[in-house]
């Protein structure tokens, strides 16, 4: 499948460039852009300029969700966002601990929650004059993950493997099976999109700075949100789940204390579209422990987030029970169809013995 060529997002450049903080920048096929560089530790970042187009996805998209109301948003101010997630390496600069479970200075940091995303923001905007760091909304997010297209991806119809990390066993709309890595990989390691931006679907889910709600009816501009909730907004898909669950329109959400590996998030700069959520203002409220896959118990929620989250446990249901079945001969294939009928039921705990243990038996 054929990637898309550099198409710079049209509209008018910064009031100022490049920003005092700025250790390198420049223009090139994808547009203007400018880095940060915090203890050795670069990060770059792309500008996208004011624009309109249309939030969700059209009735006919194949996965769509009631989630997805189609409406058109307007974006009136423009933004500075990260090219990548933030790295490893970035949060241990400024945090002085990396809690990823999948380990690498250039891999995605994970297992964060969005409090700790807050704290990390605070931080790095008291250690950088001028920065204004901060989380996308949900807006800007899928904004800059189109990149002025209308297909389900920013790569069109369809992905691959080779474009995107996510669990290849499990190819949209049916299609051809791709490789399960079972783990993220580096940050600009797979193709950017037409904007230059790398990794915005698959590889971690990626925090916003919304609460979750539903979307208007009509056009909205400069959205950022309810103004209140008891979930923050997910973007992107990730290593685990489907390839229809890294689409463009697709929309996920946990609690603001909540940790996994599979979840990480990318910077923007700006200023905030609303007052009474700066991002980086204060320590968030306590977070729960840090939570830990354990391949002998495999928990099914009940809570809103129910068939998302039977979905990546019933990929690891399969994942170790075709290990075991393997074992007595009986193949993976068969193990599909087995539990492939319908999704484990809610509140159920399955109990798994694994005689074949790996590195990736945590989320």
Not at 6 to 29: C, L, R, V
Not at 58 to 63: F, M, S, V, Y
Request: proline content about 9%; overall charge neutral; some cysteine.
């Amino acid at each position: 499948m054929k990637n898309p060529a550099p198409t710079p997002p049209p509209g008018p450049p910064p009031e100022h460039f490049p920003a005092p903080w700025a250790s390198d920048w420049g223009e090139d096929p994808y547009g203007l852009w400018q880095s940060l560089t915090y203890r050795s530790v670069r990060q770059a970042f792309r500008w996208l300029p004011p624009g309109q187009f249309f939030m969700g996805s059209p009735k006919n998209e194949h996965d769509r969700l009631d989630s997805e109301l189609q409406h058109e948003v307007i974006l009136t101010r423009g933004f500075w966002l990260a090219e990548t997630a933030c790295t490893q390496a970035l949060w241990q600069a400024v945090m002085g601990k990396n809690p990823s479970q999948f380990q690498g200075e250039r891999r995605p940091v994970e297992t964060v929650s969005w409090n700790e995303v807050q704290d990390f923001i605070a931080r790095l905007n008291g250690a950088v004059p001028g920065l204004a760091a901060r989380l996308p909304t949900e807006a800007e997010w899928e904004y800059a993950c189109r990149a002025g297209t209308t297909t389900p991806f920013s790569f069109g119809e369809d992905i691959t493997t080779d474009q995107v990390n996510y669990n290849g066993n499990y190819p949209y709309r049916g299609g051809k099976k791709g490789l399960s890595r079972g783990e993220t990989v580096e940050v600009a390691s797979l193709p950017a999109n037409p904007w230059g931006l790398y990794e915005m679907h698959g590889n971690v889910w990626e925090w916003c700075q919304d609460w979750f709600g539903s979307y208007p009816e009509g056009p909205t501009v400069d959205p950022s949100g309810p103004e209140t909730g008891e979930r923050r907004v997910l973007r992107g898909g990730s290593w685990i789940l489907f390839g229809g669950d890294a689409r463009s329109a697709f929309r996920f959400h946990f609690e603001p204390g909540r940790r996994n590996g599979y979840v990480g998030f990318r910077l923007a700069l700006g200023p905030e579209l609303r007052q009474d959520e700066r991002a980086g203002q204060g320590k968030g409220e306590q977070d729960p422990p840090r939570e830990k896959f354990d391949t002998g118990q495999i928990r099914i929620s009940t809570q809103r987030n129910t068939d998302l989250l039977a979905r990546i446990n019933q990929v690891r249901v399969l994942d170790h029970l075709a290990i075991g079945f393997e074992n007595l001969g009986i193949g993976r294939g068969a193990t599909q169809k087995f539990l492939g009928a319908k999704p484990p039921a809610a509140r159920r705990w399955v109990s798994l013995r694994s005689t074949h243990p790996t590195k990736n038996n945590r989320l």
